[in-house]
Nanobody
């Protein structure tokens, strides 16, 4: 059974940084394309960053140049380094496979104050 466990969120001032971590268990981690998604209040969940099994990365335009996704297959972990945070980055952040599983972890709350 696959489990997704996100951590590392918090409250930060605009311009600050956070490192999110997602531990994935129960899957063939290294074979999967993985992504970080976020959902702001009243908004649909959106994909903000992805990393393929071959380490090809892609980003939403809203985070390009500020966020960096990485993975450590040996630890079954995917990371999201978020720099120069903006209030509009406030959301619950989730990791999942691409295409996503039909379930989600608990997510981690990121709040950026202005």
């Amino acid at each position: 059974q696959v489990q997704l466990a996100e951590s590392g969120g918090g409250l930060v001032e605009a311009g600050g940084s956070l490192l999110l971590t997602c531990a994935v268990s129960g899957s063939t981690f290294s074979d999967n394309e993985l992504g970080w998604y976020r959902q702001a209040p009243g908004q649909q969940r959106e994909l903000v960053a992805s990393i393929s099994s071959g380490y090809r990365r892609a980003y939403a335009e809203t985070v390009k140049g500020r966020f960096t996704i990485s993975r450590l297959n040996g630890l079954n972990t995917v990371y999201l380094q978020m720099n120069t945070l903006k209030p509009e980055d406030t959301a619950i952040y989730y990791c999942n496979r691409i295409p996503n599983y039909d379930f989600w972890g608990q997510g981690t709350q990121v709040t950026v104050s202005s």
